[in-house]
């Protein structure tokens, strides 16, 4: 029973990663709330570790120092590439702050967390920095060239569709425009800051976090549906093929599709894409199949959770689809805050 359920969290979390840490990570800053408002510096200097962890070998390899690359170490290495790439950790912070602001502040839980969204926002930080350092490197100046020398890009990033290059590149330039917004955000939630700001001023620069999510809704789209229009070659539909993997080999693979989605960070950064990419949507959903239960030692393997395997094409729909519903339930519920409030 314990089993299938872990079978069946694990499996959530490789088709919806995104859902999954939000749950999670609401329930840990709901149960922390105290801790994180009594300690919140031992809290920033533990988000704060991984984003030096990759900003000191970053930048000395910019200057040509080769230090030491933390992300070969294995486990650790894994959240510093989630940090990268505002998996787990980034992307559900952002979103729990962002609904405090739309949520019954009467509510016990939307109370203790309220009474921690200022840290929140602080600890957010850390993996936008790390997110934005790489990205802005590696990615940006390419994105740049889509916009500059159009038919080059196309070459080089052997994209084959141009309006998905577009909303990628336009993403990138959108991430920016991000940057130079979030940082006098994230400045100013810092208490210092804010008492010499003084609070009339310091919430009117707030109201700009509204323009933030919007953009951030934006960009998170334009990377998804730009990454669908030209999608990785290991995306790509594969022959309907009887698949008898033993249990374990297919979990582990349903498990490495989890940050495979995630990382679009290579692509992004080479351009996009291959060149016989747009296939239909119901092949894809076809190869959707549940893998053959394996035969070990002559008995049939029950057939779990874990042995689904969902294709990276229809995780991407998934993941499309809960953008979709998080930023539209947002919207719904701060505006029927406004209401109420104005009543
Ligand atoms: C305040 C600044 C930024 C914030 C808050 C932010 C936020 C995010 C979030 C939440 C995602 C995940 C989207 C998803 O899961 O669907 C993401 C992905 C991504 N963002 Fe940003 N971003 C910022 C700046 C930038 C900049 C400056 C660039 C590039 C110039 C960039 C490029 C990307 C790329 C390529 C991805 C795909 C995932 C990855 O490989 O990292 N972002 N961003």
Excluded at 56 to 70: A, D, S, V, Y
Excluded at 137 to 145: C, E, I, M, Y
Excluded at 245 to 265: F, I, K, P, Q, V
Excluded at 272 to 300: C, F, M, W, Y
């Amino acid at each position: 029973m314990i089993k299938l359920l872990i079978d069946f969290i694990q499996f959530l979390n490789t088709i919806a990663p995104l859902l999954v840490s939000l749950a999670v990570l609401t329930l840990l800053a709901a149960l922390l709330s105290k801790s994180i408002k009594k300690h919140a510096t031992v809290y920033y200097i533990a988000m704060a570790v991984p984003f030096a962890m990759v900003a000191i070998p970053f930048t000395g390899r910019l200057l040509g120092i080769e230090l030491f690359n933390f992300n070969r170490i294995p486990f650790l290495g894994g959240i510093l590439r989630d940090y990268i790439h505002m998996g787990t950790l980034g992307f559900p912070l952002l979103i729990i702050i962002m609904y405090m602001g739309a949520l019954n502040p009467k509510n016990s839980t939307v109370k203790k967390l309220l009474g921690i969204r200022k840290e929140l926002s602080i600890m957010s930080g850390f993996p936008i920095l790390t997110h934005s350092l790489i990205r802005v490197t590696n990615s940006f100046p390419n994105a740049l060239k889509f916009f500059t020398d159009n038919e080059g890009y196309m070459e080089s990033a052997r994209a084959i569709n141009a309006l998905g290059a577009g909303l990628t590149s336009f993403s990138f330039v959108l991430g920016i425009l991000m940057l130079a917004l979030f940082i006098p955000l994230w400045v100013t939630s810092f208490n210092s800051v804010h008492k010499r700001m003084g609070s009339v001023k310091w919430k009117k620069l707030q109201r700009w976090s509204y323009v933030l999510y919007a953009m951030l809704f934006i960009h998170a789209m334009c990377i998804q549906s730009g990454s669908m229009l030209n999608p990785r070659e290991r995306e790509m539909p594969k022959p309907a093929i009887e698949v008898t993997a033993t249990t374990s080999e297919t979990h582990n693979r349903n498990n490495r599709g989890n940050s495979e989605l995630r990382e679009n960070a290579d692509r992004s950064d080479s351009g996009n894409g291959n060149k016989n990419a747009v296939q239909p949507i119901a092949d894809s959903i076809l190869r959707t199949e549940a893998v053959r239960p394996a035969v070990r030692n002559g008995h049939q393997q029950g057939q779990g959770f874990a042995d689904i395997k969902v294709d990276a094409q229809i995780r991407r729909y998934i993941h499309t689809a809960s953008l979709i519903l998080i930023f539209g339930s947002y919207l719904y519920l701060r505006m029927r805050k406004a209401r109420m409030k104005k009543k």
